[in-house]
């Protein structure tokens, strides 16, 4: 019998007035070639419509690019909406300009990872696919 499994679903989004894509775009090409399924929200996205794009894509990851400051206000409440609309067992990933003083803040709200600008791609895969790999061995068991 063959277990089929499915590629990462990963949501790439940029909140708030953020409008660079330079990092992102890198992302969502390393991810890509890793077998990941990425989906790209766009530019100007609220946190409301991030959580809504999530769940109709049925991702397993969300992450969010950050450089414009407003991630201690807008990461919080993504990580709340997407509690309230059940889908707080995917993975929430944040990266960009994130200071280390912000990071216990975005931590206790729900933010899974952080990687800093200048963070390898290669890391980036490796943790998805391991939390990936987690998942589907918690949900054969």
Excluded: N
Excluded at 46 to 69: H, R
Excluded at 107 to 119: K, L, P, Q, W, Y
């Amino acid at each position: 019998m063959t277990t089929f499994k499915r590629p990462l679903r990963v949501l790439l989004a940029k909140l708030g007035m953020d409008t660079h894509t330079v990092g992102v775009t890198v992302i969502g090409h390393a991810l890509r070639e890793a077998g990941m399924e990425v989906i790209f929200t766009g530019l100007k996205q609220t946190p409301e419509m991030v959580c809504a794009a999530a769940v109709q894509e049925d991702v397993d990851v969300v992450g969010i690019s950050t450089l414009s400051a407003g991630h201690t206000r807008s990461l919080p409440k993504l990580a709340r909406l997407l509690r309230e609309a059940g889908a707080g067992d995917k993975l929430l990933v944040a990266g960009g300009v994130i200071p280390e003083e912000d990071r216990p803040i975005l931590e206790e709200a729900g933010v899974d990872r952080i990687f800093t600008m200048g963070s390898d791609t290669r890391d980036i895969v490796a943790y998805l696919e391991s939390w990936w790999a987690q998942r589907l061995a918690e949900d054969a068991a």
